[in-house]
């Protein structure tokens, strides 16, 4: 064996890249047993287990910890670490039971939701709790904007996307009045209130509209069309 033992200071570890699993020093043998031919049966190191725990839940506030008074648990999220299945309960816990200290990857699905993979250290006996913040999957919106009563495009016009009555985005209408944004399920309102000197008379008018919209659950593409009245300023 090799390096020898000097004053006791051998130490066998089992080691995970740069994390130390378990280690031993029991077995201490110096050079003068070996010149003496002495021999050694090595020591068994058992790397300790710890449990593999947490929380599914919908990151509603969007800062990634789970904060029951926010933050909505999920039931029926698919688990998975080192071919381990569980599922969710109606509260949002999981289980995946023991694991053998180390470094691990616990990755997340679940329907009309983003899949999450999420690097995870399990300590010895301690285990880890791993809490999992699940994303809606965001939709592609397109709104088509008409000028009330004319029909004609509001064109190059921006406006803002309420929720809760929140500005969570921005949007502008193109050449021919229609706008895109990516959201998350919720009802939202789209409000314009844009100033303008009409090209025609020289006048200034101001394009008016408050439209409340629904983006349903799933992530699929939807389409709105609404009007914006405009007002003489």
Do not use: C, H
Request: glycine residues 12%; aromatic residues 10%.
């Amino acid at each position: 064996i090799a390096p020898f033992s000097d004053g006791g200071d051998l130490k066998l570890a089992v080691r995970q890249g740069g994390t130390i699993l378990a280690e031993d020093k029991s077995l201490q043998f110096t050079r003068e047993e070996a010149a003496a031919g002495g021999t050694r049966t090595g020591p068994t190191i058992t790397v300790p287990r710890g449990p593999l725990t947490g929380t599914a839940f919908r990151d509603v506030d969007g800062d990634g910890a789970y904060d029951a008074t926010k933050d909505t648990p999920l039931a029926g999220v698919a688990i998975e670490a080192d071919g381990k299945p569980a599922t969710s309960s109606d509260s949002g816990a999981w289980s995946l039971g023991q694991f053998q200290a180390g470094q691990y990857t616990v990755n997340a699905t679940l329907d009309g939701y983003d899949p999450v993979s999420r690097p995870v250290v399990v300590k010895a006996t301690e285990g880890a709790q791993v809490d999992i913040a699940m994303k809606a999957k965001q939709a592609r919106v397109t709104f088509d904007v008409t000028e009330d009563g004319t029909g004609v495009a509001v064109d190059n016009v921006p406006f803002e996307i309420l929720l809760s009555g929140t500005k969570v985005k921005d949007a502008f209408t193109n050449a021919t009045g229609v706008a895109t944004s990516t959201l998350e399920p919720g009802n939202y309102v789209a409000k314009i209130g844009y100033k303008f000197t009409d090209n025609v008379d020289s006048k200034e008018y101001r394009y008016e509209a408050e439209y409340p919209f629904t983006v349903e659950f799933g992530g699929a593409d939807q389409a709105f069309q609404f009007t914006a009245k405009k007002v003489a300023t």
